[in-house]
């Protein structure tokens, strides 16, 4: 004890590790007491609930801990004495019903036989100071009145409840015979995110948390009917304090007024995760039943709030959601309520620590253009698509723009020439191709990928065709082999549309080392984020030259090169000096920043965790949606290529009667994002240029009437993919 600290109040609190110990030192570090706590010597670390205080110097200051243990008579008798408490609060206990059948006589000797061994110690040393004992609503038992007060007589039903009672008439009879202030807290269930994690409500909250994180499939639970008054325990902990404030000790029931069954625990966390049918992850197991069982708890506390001013505060679903969220938040799992106000996006942002971190790095070092995390992010991108470069320019757009200006200008393609192009893609794709003076010309799309259809690419080639811009949608890789086929005997080039499409092998080959060159976006939204973004990538060491001289307002690229070269000979800086600003040709201002680029490396470290994710949902979803294959065409994909789920699309059947309109309604109504595939057989632009395509591209034409698609991204999590799976299987019904 310091100096400072001898007028100050003096608590001693057994149990201080507990649930019930932390918030009360919280409670009294706040009303600046000097508290002691006992602690019993684990080989593991026991303290965690106590961690925050060491983070406040000033609680820090008045927080002091001793080992001892309650069956120890001696090393109490000893801390009493040197603490010399103002207040003891007796919370220490072997405090779980349940296991109090397993060890009666532990049991006996940690909650009912300490209560004495404390007494006896305040009475032989002669210390002036007040008690508290913990006792219980667990007391009543098989229940001779609803609700419970404390006048109510107790009936123990097990060895803890045995135990308490004990412990409950010994604090009487101190009072009584040696006219000590003793009070008896008979607390009902209390609960918080610091309750004990076999106790059955955490038991509930830590379950959904793993259920909803993936890591666990099931819940095993006892007895379901049984009800209790469940309040929230930092409140519980300002009542103990009160009764300790008063004239006299006296014994004051503690509860809320409310009874509920394990059953309607499950209804509001299960429902507060989104998920509706509790039952498929509940299952009963016979071991957590017990011997004699405490039915119905429900408390009157009438006599603390008129005495001590004492009332509840936080409801049932309240307590419910601060438990469930926090558990939920210390496994990363963002919680979402089937009543959603929140959209179920087609894409997220996921911007971890790291990312903030490396951006921040960027800033402090103020080399804000290409410098070192576009180099970093530019080489590993390369050699993840086996190729031997690549360039990061500011969108996905770009990137194809690059690509299709370089190899025209290579290959010396003429204006009007023709590049062939799928059908369904984004606008982008086929854009770039007019805005280079050259002609698109559709194919149609499989339907199972939706992807360029190698069938339908020969009847388009004309003497003016010069390349295939293969497109590979959602994350799915087109059909390479027969296209290849195809470009060899024609002989076109092809370029690589692999905006939503990362990471992925096409027959054990990396997507975007098939082309000349292969274009990537790096969009919100997309498999890994920049913002907006994007690269383009090839092995063709003339295509790298062009590509990165075009996206830098044309400049000569091998001075773009040696810019960043410390140790230029004298003869070649002279020469970079003079001729680094020299423009050869035509280009743009493509260039992406550094803080970008930062960005995109902390989103490449995480790839196969995203994939990963991504990969788990889709097949969740796959597995969910299955029942209503008749009417819905869900993704499938042929054993020989990966998929990297950039979205999740789905085309209503031919067979189906279902509208499309209807159900994407349903969908949005429910808050549920849809997009539309985008077939560009329907663009009003290209409409105007080509006149009626639909009835030319029948598989785009029945995507465009059929097809949209949701999202399947890292962030959402199985709550999310209960209430999708949910809500399609409500408007099949
Ligand atoms: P808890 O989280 O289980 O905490 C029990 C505390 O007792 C822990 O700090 C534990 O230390 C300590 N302890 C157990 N055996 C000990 C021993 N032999 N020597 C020293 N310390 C020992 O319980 P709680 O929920 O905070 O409850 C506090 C008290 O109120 C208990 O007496 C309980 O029976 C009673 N109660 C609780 C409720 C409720 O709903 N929570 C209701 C009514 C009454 P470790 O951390 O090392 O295990
Ligand atoms: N622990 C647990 N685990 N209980 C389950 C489970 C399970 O898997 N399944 C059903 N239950 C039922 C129990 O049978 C009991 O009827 C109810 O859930 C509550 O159990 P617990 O959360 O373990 O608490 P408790 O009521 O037995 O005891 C708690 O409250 C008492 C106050 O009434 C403890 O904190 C005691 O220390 C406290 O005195």
Known sequence: ??????????????????????????????????????????????????????????????????????????????????????????????????????????????????????????????????????SSSEMFGRVREVPQRETTPFYPRSPYAAAKVYAYWAAVNYREAYDMFVCNGILFNHESPRRGESFVTRKITIGIADILAGSKDKLYLGNLEARRDWGY????????????????????????????????????AFDLAGIKDWRQYVEIDPRYYRPTEVDILLGDASKAREKLGWQPRTSFPELVKIMLEADCKSLGVQLVSTERREQIGVGCADIDEKAKLYVNDVLNNERLSHGPYSLRLENEFAKLHACSSALLVNSGTSALQLAVA?????????????????????????????????????????????????????????????????????GQPADMDPIIEIAKKYNLKIIEDSCETMFVKYKGRPVGSFGEISCFSTYMAHLITTG??????????????????????????????????????????????????????LGHSFRLTEMEAALGVAQLERKDEILEKRRENAQYLIEGLGPLQAELQLPSWPAY?????????????????????????????????????????????????????????????????????????????????????????????
């Open 233 to 268: 325990a930092p409140e519980y902990v300002e009542a103990m304090w009160l009764m300790m404030q008063q004239e006299r000790g006296d014994d004051y029931v503690i509860a809320t007024g409310e009874t509920h069954s394990i059953r309607e625990f499950l209804d509001v």
């Open 532 to 585: 907006v973004g994007g690269l383009v990538c090839t092995s063709n060491s003339v295509h790298a030259e062009t590509l990165k001289s075009l996206a830098n307002h044309g400049r000569d690229s091998i001075y773009l090169q040696i810019d960043d070269d410390k140790n230029l000979s004298a003869e070649r800086l002279e020469q970079t000096v003079a001729r680094r600003f020299k423009f050869i040709q």
């Open 1 to 134: 004890m310091s100096s400072e600290n001898k007028n100050k109040n003096r608590a001693f609190i057994t149990g201080v590790t507990g649930q019930d110990g932390s918030y009360l030192a919280d409670l009294l570090l706040a009303k600046d007491y000097e508290v002691h706590g006992l602690v019993r010597r684990s080989s593991s670390f026991n303290r965690e609930r106590l961690e925050h205080i060491y983070k406040d110097a000033q609680s820090t200051e008045n927080i002091f801990l001793h080992y001892g243990d309650l069956t120890d008579s001696s090393s109490l008798a000893r801390l009493i004495e040197k603490i010399n408490p103002d207040e003891i609060y007796h919370l220490g206990a072997q405090s779980h019903v349940r296991v109090s059948f397993d060890v009666p006589v532990y049991t006996a000797e940690a909650t009912a036989v300490s209560t004495i061994r404390l007494l006896e110690a305040i009475r032989e040393t002669r210390i002036k100071t007040k008690f508290y004992q913990a």
């Open 641 to 733: 290529c990966e998929h990297a789920f950039m979205m999740f699309p789905l085309v209503i059947k031919k067979e189906s009667t279902v509208q499309k309109k209807d159900l994407v309604m349903h969908l949005e109504k429910h808050n549920i994002e849809t997009r539309e595939m985008l077939p560009l057989t329907n663009q009003p632009f290209y409409e105007k240029m080509y006149g009626d395509l639909e009835s030319r591209y029948p598989v785009a034409r029945w995507i465009n009437n059929n097809g949209f698609y949701i999202g399947c991204h890292q962030k959402l999590f199985r709550g999310d993919l209960d209430y999708i799976i949910k809500c399609f299987h409500n408007f099949f019904l």
């Open 406 to 474: 370089a190899l025209k200008q290579v290959y010396n393609w003429q204006d009007n020439e023709e590049i062939l192009c799928p059908a369904v893609t984004f606008v982008a794709s086929a854009n770039v191709i007019l805005m280079n003076n050259l002609k698109p010309v559709f194919v149609d799309v499989s339907e199972q990928s939706y992807n360029i259809d190698p069938a339908q690419i020969e009847r388009h080639i004309t003497e003016k065709t010069k390349a295939i811009m293969v497109v590979h949608l959602f």
